[in-house]
């Protein structure tokens, strides 16, 4: 999968995506705090730094042309310094601003961000928050014409600031229907105005998926976000007239929905660094461009998944260059060839009060049925880690002409999905060697398996373990895959 990921990753540079919305300027105003103010009992800060930044649909237009894509944004600033700034900024990240529609009657949007130290202290807005006027409106809908004619994808970025007003998604709907594109939807608490756009993609936050569902209140936070949104995956996309709904959770990642298929969940980055913004904008930009060369759902949460983990560990509104996703993807890192430091490391994991997840398999050629099985397996738990067959073992199981790809090749490509923590080989006929030494909370096996067919199920057991049985998806195995291949060929011969 690695290498599928940077094929898809190198092919970005091919994707003209156009992004309509609300461009901001993000500002992070950093002190050091110092005697009491006079006036009131608050912390004196002496200002010693200043970083202005591009936000909202700005931040997403950034992000795209990190990543390589032909990039255009459509929106609106006023003729302020904040506009002057954000068009400056903007400028040298290769983003044109000759579509920035100027207005001087409106102020353009701003988000201060004051630290103290890299603790946030305050926040404060500027700028006009109405609906553009209707003669604002129109210019921006005469160039959206034909910048929506030459993008591959469309990108609403929609963070309440007034663009997109009524009139533009009107006008997004014609043409929409008249010559449909890949186009995502990425809204502030306004997700049901854009049912009859056509649109591809939806991508609210939890709070906004509550929202959209009706829900009074925040709801549970941590895991039990994704168990509170899980049942609601074709309501979602019910009320928003898409085909695809990711939800992100922050650092829990994102619960995918997809018409006709199972969810799928990524697993995100904890980080301690509260001086990151913007992840949904980079998901929303990796997202849009993995789906438009033409990847798989799930695939393309993989990497959208993976560019917001890089942007997660900067300070600021960032983005995730085309150079850092491909290292991101292929870190290998998780596999743990000493087993005497994998046990160290499940145990300070266990100290945390975190389950262990095992599963274990050959994982020759990745098809969609591991992936999804994979991301299934996780759920019982907290960290899973995955057996994997050495050469020789596969050998010995499938015979003389397997495996496909050697351990090296099957450890790189699992390495890059989310849901694995830890991978580790083993080189007997079974892996009950592997689970004394995992000793997990959760053996999790696929297939047509019973638990009295697994031989490692009372290894499990005897260490205090469960097993759970998972069927894997129907027509999809290595084997299957392998046996087209070979009738394919055979048919070229004869031919």
């Not at 040298?92 to 920035?100: H, Q, V, Y």
């Not at 995955?386 to 073992?393: F, H, P, Y």
């Amino acid at each position: 999968m690695s290498e599928s990921m940077q094929q898809i990753i190198q092919s970005f540079a091919r994707v003209n995506v156009l992004v309509v919305g609300d461009a901001l300027l993000d500002t992070y105003l950093e002190g050091v705090p110092g005697r009491l103010c006079r006036e009131a009992p608050v912390p004196l800060l002496d200002l010693i730094d200043r970083k202005d930044m591009p936000g909202g649909a700005g931040n997403t237009a950034v992000n795209l042309r990190a990543l390589g894509a032909q990039t255009t944004l459509l929106s609106v600033t006023g003729a302020d310094n904040e506009g002057n700034t954000l068009r400056k900024i903007l400028e040298r990240s290769e983003i044109a601003s000759e579509n920035l529609v100027l207005c001087e009657k409106r102020g353009t949007c701003a988000k201060n961000r004051l630290y103290a130290g890299k603790q946030m202290t305050a926040r404060f807005d500027l700028g006009t928050r109405d609906c553009l006027s209707p003669e604002t409106a129109q210019a921006l809908i005469q160039r959206l014409d034909g910048l929506f004619r030459s993008a591959d994808a469309v990108i609403i970025s929609d963070y309440g600031c007034g663009v997109v007003t009524g009139e533009v998604i009107e006008h997004l709907c014609k043409l929409q229907e008249q010559s449909p594109r890949l186009m995502l939807v990425d809204s502030r608490n306004r997700l049901s105005d854009y049912r009859n756009l056509g649109a591809t993609v939806v991508k609210p936050n939890y709070e906004e998926a509550l929202m959209l569902l009706g829900f009074d209140g925040a709801g549970p936070a941590g895991e039990k976000r994704a168990e509170k949104i899980l049942p609601f995956g074709e309501e979602i996309l019910s009320l928003t007239g898409t085909h695809i709904a990711a939800v992100s959770m922050d650092s829990d990642g994102a619960l995918i929905f997809e018409k006709g298929r199972e969810p799928y969940r990524t697993y995100g980055s904890s980080s301690t660094n509260s001086y990151s913004a913007g992840a949904g904008d980079t998901f929303a930009a990796a997202f849009t461009l993995a789906l438009a060369t033409g990847s798989e759902t799930t695939l393309a949460a993989e990497i959208a998944s993976a560019a917001a983990a890089v942007v997660v560990a900067k300070e600021g509104t960032a983005a995730c260059s085309q150079h850092e996703l491909l290292a991101r993807v292929s870190y290998d890192g998780k596999y743990i060839t000493d087993l005497g430091r994998l046990v160290l490391i499940l145990e300070a994991h266990r100290k945390q009060g975190r389950r262990i997840v095992f599963t274990n398999g050959c994982f020759d050629i990745l098809h969609r049925g591991h992936i999804t099985y994979l991301n299934r397996a996780k759920n019982p738990g907290d960290i899973m880690v995955v057996g994997v067959n050495s050469d020789s073992s596969v050998q010995r199981l499938k015979g003389p002409e397997r495996p496909i790809n050697t351990l090296e090749d099957r450890v790189k490509v699992l390495s890059a999905l989310s849901c694995v923590d830890y991978l580790a080989a083993f080189d007997g006929q079974t892996a009950s060697d592997l689970v004394r030494v995992v000793r997990p909370d959760v053996f999790v096996k696929g297939g047509d398996y019973t638990k009295d067919r697994l031989p490692e199920a009372p290894v499990v057991e005897e260490l205090g373990g469960v097993v759970r049985i998972l069927p894997f998806l129907d027509n999809r195995s290595t084997t299957r895959i392998i046996e087209k291949v070979q009738k394919f060929q055979s048919s070229r011969v004869q031919g």
